[in-house]
């Protein structure tokens, strides 16, 4: 039963090989996605002389926690968003629905 078991492992390999082969061949090149980088970094730059725009990692209640400040004034009321975890990987994307709230708060992911 073992022997049989290899045997079907090794024509999987060598049936499933050509494919990633072919998958990896037909992803583009990562370094061409640098400009299209680039252009959503812009997007998302806060460069009002009053905004903040920082991410840093702060210690809360013993733990790591990556925070997000972001806003057009650093005088406007803060909100706090508290996402409902674990491991909510927003932080990448927040600006695209949170940029409107960003004029009148400072935001804290």
Do not use: K
């Not at 959503?40 to 210690?59: F, M, T």
Request: aromatic share 8%; with cysteine; charged share 15%.
């Amino acid at each position: 039963m073992i022997e049989y078991s290899r045997r079907m492992l090794a024509v999987l390999m060598l049936a499933v090989a050509p494919l990633a082969a072919a998958a990896q061949d037909a992803c583009p090149d990562r370094s061409s996605y640098a400009p299209a980088r680039g252009i959503i970094a812009d997007l998302g730059r806060i460069v009002a002389p009053s905004g903040v725009q920082e991410d840093y990692a702060a210690q809360i209640g013993g733990i790591a926690q990556w925070v997000n400040v972001r806003g057009q004034d650093r005088d406007n009321p803060l909100l706090l968003f508290v996402h409902g975890g674990p491991a909510s990987p927003l932080i990448p994307t927040l600006w695209q629905f949170q940029r409107p709230l960003e004029e009148y708060f400072t935001v804290v992911n």
